[in-house]
């Protein structure tokens, strides 16, 4: 895991890519590898879940890679740490059983088209949004004369501002 993270954000390192995209693309080569062998192999890839802190161990590799491949500028020692650390973190990862924590139910706030006009207790009770449910429930029809209100409100806004 240690050396494709190293290898991957090493190789856009050195394309000359921001160390932001760089561990982004260790990480992905390192998971890509992973996945690629589990689908040969027909098992479900690692990285959905049901195991230790499979792309964890890669971001941290990855991560440890540009910060030395930066400081230090020595890519060798770069890869030799990332790999010790991979190792390491992994085969700890396991042996303790660390997992990420499972994600709690989600909730988006469902998009408000006509806040400005009305705030009243009938339109915040349903205040937020789960997967599954259809966003166009509780959407209203715009009309032109809204849009025109909406505007002049917001050009005198402006006015009683002075911008």
Known sequence: MGC???????????????????????????VGGGVIRDIM??????IFGGNSLYATVAFVGAAETAICFKILERPNVAVAVSVLTCTVLGIVARWR???????????????????????????????GWAPGTPLTNQLDVITEDQIQAYREQLHREREQRGD
């Open 4 to 30: 494709w993270a190293a290898t991957g954000t090493i190789k856009s390192l050195t394309l000359g890519l921001h160390w932001l995209p760089a561990i982004a693309l260790g990480v992905t080569t390192a």
């Open 41 to 46: 192999v027909n098992r479900i890839p690692a």
């Open 97 to 127: 059983d660390w997992r990420l924590p499972m994600p709690t139910t989600l909730k988006v706030q469902r998009p408000r088209l006509l806040d400005v006009f009305r705030r009243d207790h009938e339109h915040l009770e349903n205040e």
